[in-house]
Structure formats: structure tokens, C-alpha cells
């Protein structure tokens, strides 16, 4: 349904500009098929829902994978060991890719604003560790 009634009013629009981004919050590697269609695509959105190890691999290095983590994360809980084996999961499955991480969404942090500082140091030091 989405290649039929969705895609090529997307796509139209999508070849009027230059560098394009694609995604936000619903799963996309069932459809990056059609994704890889797009002139100029640049990045495509790997959010908390989507399959990251299909999208990885059909992502590879030719676009940057854009991985949104879940807020939950940091806005409900913050749980340090669970938010490390998150980020060690994209970074094992995007290696040789062009990887960027994108918190979005965070409506809340509790009264508890250090979240984002800690969630940020926690991410460096992971991406230190394991992306070479």
C-alpha cells in the first residue's frame, strides 16, 4: 500500500529539492526499497521501532543512519545499563556505516533535567568504546 497510494505523491515532492531526509517515528526498513528510490537521499530516520539490523544492513554506508533511541529512556526511567546496551546494540550493528544519534521527544524529564547531560556522556563514552 505504502509503494502505491503513498510513495509517489511523496516522491514528487521529495524531487523538487536537494538533500533529502526521510523518517520520524514509524519503522522504515520495510520500506527502503522504495526509499533508495529518492534522489539525494541522505539520511533515513532508524527509529525506537524500527528493525535496526535490516536497516543497518540495507542503509550500509551510502546514507547516515539517523537512530532515534527510545525517550523512554531518559523521560521515564533512566536505567544507565540499559541505555548502554541500546547505544552498543547501533553501534555494533551500524559499524562501517555514517551513524548519528538523535534523543527527540523527550516531553519530560522527571524534574529531573541532568538526564539529558548524563544520557549525552554515557553515549560519548560508549561511542569511545566501541565505534574504531
Known amino acids: 500500500m505504502f509503494a502505491e497510494f503513498i510513495f509517489p505523491y511523496q516522491l514528487s ?10 523518517g520520524c517515528c514509524e519503522p522504515v526498513e520495510k520500506r527502503l526499497v522504495y526509499l533508495k528510490r ?4 541522505r ?4 527509529s ?15 546514507y547516515i543512519y539517523s537512530r532515534k533511541p ?4 531518559i523521560c521515564v526511567s533512566f536505567d544507565e545499563q540499559e ?5 552498543r546494540h547501533t553501534l555494533e550493528v551500524a559499524r562501517g556505516g555514517v551513524l548519528e544519534f538523535n534523543m527527540k521527544d523527550t516531553h519530560t524529564l522527571q524534574h529531573q533535567p541532568w538526564r539529558i547531560r548524563r544520557w549525552v ?12
Open 121 to 132: 556522556e554515557i553515549a560519548r563514552e560508549e561511542i569511545e568504546k566501541h565505534w574504531k
Open 38 to 41: 529518492i534522489p539525494r537521499l
Open 70 to 73: 527510545n525517550p523512554a529512556q
Open 43 to 46: 539520511r533515513v530516520s532508524v
Open 48 to 62: 525506537a521501532w524500527a528493525d535496526e539490523d535490516i536497516a543497518a544492513q540495507e542503509l550500509g554506508n551510502r
Open 13 to 22: 515532492l521529495m524531487e523538487k529539492f536537494g538533500l533529502v531526509c526521510y
Open 83 to 87: 541505555i548502554r546496551q541500546g547505544l
